[in-house]
Antibody
Framework: QVQLQESGPGLVKPSQTLSLTCTVS??????????WSWIRQPPGKGLEWIGY???????YYNPSLKSRVTISVDTSKNQFSLKLSSVTAADTAVYYC????????????WGQGTLVTVSS | QSALTQPASVSGSPGQSITISCTGTSSDVGSYNLVSWYQQHPGKAPKLMIY???KRPSGVSNRFSGSKSGNTASLTISGLQAEDEADYYCCSYAGSSNVVFGGGTKLTVL
C-alpha cells in the first residue's frame, strides 16, 4: 500500500520561502508510471494544483505560481520536495502531496496534508 | 487558467439521486476526456471517485457515475446515503501539462 507523508514547518514568515518534503513508502518514486504532485487548499476554500515532477526531474507548474515554485526529487530517499518563495498570507493553506498517474488528473494516493500558516 | 465552475451546494434526501455539474471551457473539459472527481470529508484528504470522465476506481461504489457533454462534466450519485455528505471537486486537464480543479460543491444529505 502506497503511503505519502508531508513534513516541514507549520509556520513561515511573510517574504520567506516555504519548504515541504513528501516521503513515499510502499512504492518507488522512480516508477515511470507516475507523476509526484503538490496540491494546496486554503482554509475553507477549494483545491489548487501547484505542480508535479517526474522521477527524471522533469517538472510542470501551475502558470499562476510558476515564478515562485520549485519542485525537486530525491530518488535515493524516495522523497520529493516543494519550495514556494516570497510567501504572503494568501499562501496559508493545507498542502497535500499526491501520486498522479501519467494519464493526468488521476490523483490516486494522497498524503494527509499539512497546514502551513504564513504569519509574522 | 481559471477554476472550473461548480455549484456551491446541492442537497438530497436518502435514496434520491443528485447531479453535480462542472463547467469548463473548450480548452479544458471540452477538449479532453481527462476529467476526474474527488470526494473530501472534513479534515480528510480528497479521495478519487471517478477518472477519465466515467471510470470508477476499484472499491468505489457503483452508485457514483460520471459523464460529459461539451464543456460540462457531471457527477451523479444515486441512492444517496448519509456517508455521501462531503465536498466534491472536479478536475480537468487543461493542456500544456496544466491541471485545473473546480471550486467544489458541498453535498448535504437531508
Amino acid at each position: 500500500q502506497v503511503q505519502l507523508q508531508e513534513s516541514g514547518p507549520g509556520l513561515v514568515k511573510p517574504s520567506q520561502t516555504l519548504s515541504l518534503t513528501c516521503t513515499v513508502s510502499g512504492g518507488s518514486i522512480s516508477s515511470g508510471d507516475y507523476y509526484w504532485s503538490w496540491i494546496r487548499q486554503p482554509p475553507g476554500k477549494g483545491l489548487e494544483w501547484i505542480g508535479y515532477i517526474y522521477y527524471s526531474g522533469s517538472t510542470y507548474y501551475n502558470p499562476s505560481l510558476k515564478s515562485r515554485v520549485t519542485i525537486s526529487v530525491d530518488t535515493s530517499k524516495n522523497q520529493f520536495s516543494l519550495k514556494l518563495s516570497s510567501v504572503t498570507a494568501a499562501d496559508t493553506a493545507v498542502y497535500y502531496c499526491a501520486r498522479e498517474e501519467t494519464t493526468v488528473t488521476i490523483f490516486d494516493y494522497w498524503g494527509q496534508g499539512t497546514l502551513v500558516t504564513v504569519s509574522s | 487558467q481559471s477554476a472550473l465552475t461548480q455549484p456551491a451546494s446541492v442537497s438530497g434526501s436518502p435514496g434520491q439521486s443528485i447531479t453535480i455539474s462542472c463547467t469548463g471551457t473548450s480548452s479544458d473539459v471540452g477538449s479532453y476526456n481527462l476529467v476526474s472527481w474527488y470526494q473530501q470529508h472534513p479534515g480528510k484528504a480528497p479521495k478519487l471517485m471517478i477518472y477519465e470522465v466515467s471510470k470508477r476506481p476499484s472499491g468505489v461504489s457503483n452508485r457514483f457515475s460520471g459523464s460529459k457533454s461539451g464543456n460540462t462534466a457531471s457527477l451523479t450519485i444515486s441512492g444517496l446515503q448519509a456517508e455521501d455528505e462531503a465536498d466534491y471537486y472536479c478536475c480537468s486537464y487543461a493542456g500544456s501539462s496544466n491541471v485545473v480543479f473546480g471550486g467544489g460543491t458541498k453535498l448535504t444529505v437531508l
